[in-house]
Each structure stands twice: as C-alpha cells, then as structure tokens.
C-alpha cells in the first residue's frame, strides 16, 4: 500500500474578501475530488484573502499509479488561471515507512 499527500502552496488573484476567496477555492476542491477521487481540502491560510494552502491524500497499491495521480492533480491547480502556484509538497509512504 502507498499513500501520498501534496500541499499546494497558492496566491490568488483579484480577490478582495474570505468570501471571494471562498468562490476560487472551493471549485478547485471539488474537482481534484470529483476528477480524481482524492481527500482534499484547504488546510491553511485561512485567514488571509489571497494565500491559501490545499492538501490531499490519495491511497494506491501501485507506486507507478499513485505518482501519475499526483502528477496529474498538480497540473489541475497549475493550470487554474485565477492562481498562482508558489510552491507544492509532496510526499509518499510506503509498506516500510
């Protein structure tokens, strides 16, 4: 079994309020969700109207799969015109960790 987790690191742009902040995160959730079946969810920067940070987890029994799945979640948020990718972290765990 493997498990990995990314955060996203995000500036976003023309955003004026946590509710404005609010409409450009929640659909970027709701897709790597939707698209690719992982946990996700805005995990920091809370407070702040234009950083937020979003993690996900995502569980495979093929090493190979798991790293395309990341893959292709980190071209998702890179590609969002409305933000800024600033930095991303990822991580694997494997059966000897």
Avoid: N, W
């Amino acid at each position: 079994m493997y498990v990995g987790t990314m955060s996203f690191d995000l500036l976003l742009g023309d955003v004026h309020s946590l509710k404005g902040k609010r409409s450009v995160v929640r659909p970027i959730v709701a897709e790597l969700q939707r698209k690719y079946a992982v946990s996700a969810a805005e995990v920091g920067a809370q407070d702040l109207h234009r950083r937020t940070e979003i993690g996900l987890a995502a569980v495979s029994g093929d090493a190979g799969h798991l790293s395309d799945l990341l893959d292709r979640c980190e071209r998702l948020v890179a590609d969002r015109p409305e933000v800024e990718l600033l930095a991303v972290r990822r991580r694997f765990y494997g059966d000897e960790d």
